[in-house]
Nanobody, 122 residues
């Protein structure tokens, strides 16, 4: 099981980024993929999750209406489209997976990709 997160970068406030989480070693059908972010000195916090097996999506409150999680089964990739970015979105973003259903805490996820830095600044 491997996950590869990419797509971070520097963007101005109000801008957009699309993060990608390419997975290998398993298919998405029986897994949930979550996106998390981590601020310096803080624990990872969940942003969004998609459970392919359940057909459900979840968003953290600050992500609702700005971020969209979606998948491309053919590419075995889950994306996080982030719009209307704010300076407080600056963090390292990670994707992670667990079987079947989205977890409540990052402790419930089994495999992690490397982080990708998102910086929102003018």
């Amino acid at each position: 099981v491997q996950l590869q997160a990419s797509g971070g970068g520097l963007v101005q406030p109000g801008g957009s980024l699309r993060l990608s989480c390419a997975v290998s070693g398993f298919t998405l059908d029986y897994y949930a993929i979550g996106w998390f972010r981590q601020f310096p000195g803080k624990e990872r916090e969940g942003i969004s999750c998609v459970s392919v097996s359940e057909g459900s999506q979840y968003y953290e409150e600050s992500a609702k209406g700005r971020f969209t999680i979606f998948k491309d089964n053919a590419k075995n990739t889950v994306y996080l489209q982030m719009n209307s970015l704010k300076p407080e979105d600056t963090a390292v973003y990670y994707c992670a997976t667990r079987r079947y259903l989205c977890g409540v805490s990052h402790y419930e996820y089994d495999s992690w990709g490397q982080g990708t830095q998102v910086t929102v600044s003018s």
